[in-house]
C-alpha cells in the first residue's frame, strides 16, 4: 500500500500561530513526508493584494516559519508554503522570503530553497486580452487590455505543477506566491504516485487546517498561539485525517461541513487544471479522532486555465464611527443618512468624485440588503465609508458628514447639543489607498508550469 503522511501545521501562516507542542509531537509520532501549508487568501479583500501587505501580524508569522525551518530542515523534510506573504504577489512573497533568510542565518540552517512567483507580467496580459477572449469567473465580462491599463498588480493561482517542478530539483524549501490551497497541499502526494482526486481531496479539506475538525474539549482558547497540525495519510484509495491534538477531532459531519464553506457548488471545485469531483465521497469513523474520506475523483480541463485576481486603486478611503440612540432619529435615521450624502455629493462634486457607503450595526450592518431579520433596535452603530480621489477629499467629506449628522435638523429632535455619539478622537480615520478587485478571470495556458518560472535559492 502507497501511503504519504502530510503535516499541515496551520490554515495560514501567521494566523494565531501553530501550536507548538502538538507540532512536535506531530513530527516525532507520525514522521511526516513533507510539511505543507497556504500562507494567504483573498477573503481579507482587494487592499492587501494592492498595497503589499500582509494580513497576519509579523510576529506570528515569523513563529511559524521559525518553528517550521528550525524543525523541519534539520530533520530533511521538505516545506512547501503557498500563497506566500498573504496575498502571494512579488512584494508578499519578498516578505517572507527576508524573514526566512534571516531565521536561517541566526539559526545557522542550510537548505536549498525554490521561488516560485504568480504575478503575471501586464504587456504580455495586454497581448492576450487582445487577441483572444479570456473569459470572466462568476461574471460574464471578458478581460480588457484597459482592466489591465487600470491594474496595479495582478496574480495567478497556481497549481500543482510549478511546486512538483521545484521538487523534482531538489528543494527543500519551496516558497510560492498565489497557489491554490488545495494544490499547495496535494502537490507533493502527487509527485509521489498518489491519486490526483484523493491528495487534492485532502487538501480542499484541510486547507483551513483545524477549522474541518469539531473542538472536544476547550483547552486551548486561551493559548497565545493555539492553531493545531492536522495530520493527513494518503493511501491508494482513501486518505486518514485527524488533528494533532486530542482536544479536537475529525468527524464525518465535521469534514463534509466543510465543503459548505466558501462554496457555491459542495460536490465539485474548480481548480487549476481541470476540477475535484465529491460527488461519490464518502466519509467514514475509522477512530474517535479520525475521519476516513474516499471515493473523489479530479478530471481535467482542455484548455488548462489558472484564475486571475487582479486590483485597481479607487482613490483613498477615510471612515466615521459613531451611535445613534436617540429614538426619533432611529425612525428617521434612513432618510437622514440620504439628505447628508445628497447634501455632500452636491457640495464635493458628485458621485464621479465620491463615493459614500453607510453600515448601519444593530440593524443590518452585516447583511445589508440581505437581512432577513429586521431589528428593531434601540442603539445603532453606524460606520460611513468615503472613497474619493485624494486622501485629502475623503477626509474632508467624512469629517463634513460628522458634523451635518451629528446637528441634522430631523423632527422632533430635542437632541440640539448633537445627535449621535462618537466613540473616537480625531473622529475621522484616514485609512489610505483604496483598492477594488477588477480582474477575477480564466487565463488559459499551454501547461500548469507556462507562467510560473522556479528559481533555486542557497540559503
Known amino acids: 500500500m ?7 501545521p496551520t490554515g495560514c501562516i501567521g494566523n494565531r500561530g501553530t ?49 517550521l525551518l528550525t524543525e523541519a530542515v534539520p ?19 519578498d516578505q ?30 495586454r497581448r492576450r486580452a487582445r487577441h483572444e477572449a479570456i473569459r470572466g469567473v462568476d461574471h460574464d465580462g471578458a478581460l480588457t487590455p484597459e482592466a489591465i491599463d487600470q491594474s496595479a498588480v495582478v496574480v495567478a493561482m497556481m497549481g500543482c505543477e510549478p511546486i512538483i517542478k ?84 475529525c468527524t464525518p459531519q465535521s469534514c463534509a461541513a466543510h465543503a459548505l464553506y466558501e462554496r457555491a457548488d459542495i460536490y465539485h471545485t474548480t481548480l487549476p487544471g481541470g476540477a475535484l469531483d465529491k460527488t461519490d465521497s464518502r466519509y467514514e469513523v475509522e477512530d474517535p479522532w479520525t475521519v476516513r474520506i474516499s471515493g473523489a ?30 429614538p426619533r432619529m432611529l425612525a428617521q435615521l434612513d432618510g437622514i443618512l440620504e439628505g447628508a450624502r445628497a447634501k455632500e455629493l452636491a457640495l464635493f462634486g458628485g458621485p464621479e468624485n465620491v463615493a459614500i457607503h453607510y453600515h448601519l450595526y444593530g440593524r ?23 472613497v474619493a480621489k485624494t486622501q485629502e477629499l ?22 440640539t447639543a448633537g445627535n449621535v455619539a462618537v466613540p473616537f478622537s480625531p473622529s475621522v480615520i484616514d485609512v489610505g489607498p483604496a483598492y477594488a478587485l477588477h480582474i477575477y478571470h480564466a487565463l488559459p495556458l499551454k501547461n500548469g508550469n507556462e507562467i510560473f518560472p522556479v528559481v533555486l535559492e542557497r540559503v
Open 364 to 386: 443590518n450592518g452585516v447583511l445589508g440588503d440581505y437581512e432577513f431579520a429586521p431589528s428593531q433596535a434601540h442603539e445603532v452603530g453606524v460606520v460611513v465609508d468615503v
Open 297 to 326: 475523483r479530479f478530471t481535467p480541463a482542455e484548455p488548462y486555465t489558472v484564475l486571475l485576481e487582479g486590483v485597481r486603486q479607487v482613490g483613498y478611503r477615510a471612515i466615521l464611527v459613531f451611535g445613534v440612540r436617540t
Open 166 to 249: 521545484a521538487l523534482e530539483m531538489s528543494a527543500d524549501v519551496v516558497v510560492a506566491g498565489r497557489a491554490s490551497d488545495a494544490c499547495t497541499i496535494a502537490a507533493y502526494p502527487i509527485w509521489k504516485g498518489c491519486s490526483p482526486g484523493i491528495a487534492l481531496h485532502l487538501g480542499d479539506v484541510v486547507e483551513c487546517g483545524e477549522a474541518c475538525a469539531s473542538e472536544r474539549e476547550p483547552m486551548l482558547r486561551d493559548i497565545e498561539h493555539n492553531r493545531i497540525p492536522m495530520v493527513g495519510r494518503i493511501r491508494d484509495d482513501h486518505f486518514l485525517l485527524r488533528p494533532a491534538h486530542k482536544s479536537m477531532a
Open 394 to 415: 475623503a477626509h474632508d467629506v467624512t469629517q463634513d458628514l460628522r458634523s451635518r449628522i451629528s446637528f441634522w435638523r430631523y423632527e422632533g429632535r430635542q437632541t
Open 96 to 125: 517572507t522570503l527576508a524573514i526566512i533568510r534571516e531565521i536561517a542565518a541566526a539559526q545557522r540552517l542550510h537548505f536549498t530553497m525554490a521561488v516560485i512567483y504568480a504575478d503575471v507580467d501586464l504587456d504580455y496580459l
Open 19 to 67: 501550536h507548538k507542542e502538538s507540532f512536535l509531537r506531530a513530527l516525532a509520532d507520525e514522521q511526516p513526508d513533507v510539511i505543507a501549508t497556504d500562507a494567504g487568501s483573498l477573503d481579507p479583500g482587494p487592499y492587501y493584494l494592492g498595497a503589499g501587505r500582509e494580513h497576519s501580524p509579523i510576529k506570528n508569522i515569523r513563529w511559524d516559519l521559525e518553528l
Open 75 to 93: 530533520r530533511k523534510i521538505p516545506i512547501v508554503i503557498g500563497s506566500a506573504g498573504g496575498s502571494g504577489a512579488r512584494a508578499h512573497v
Open 2 to 8: 502507497r501511503e504519504v503522511c502530510v503535516l499541515t
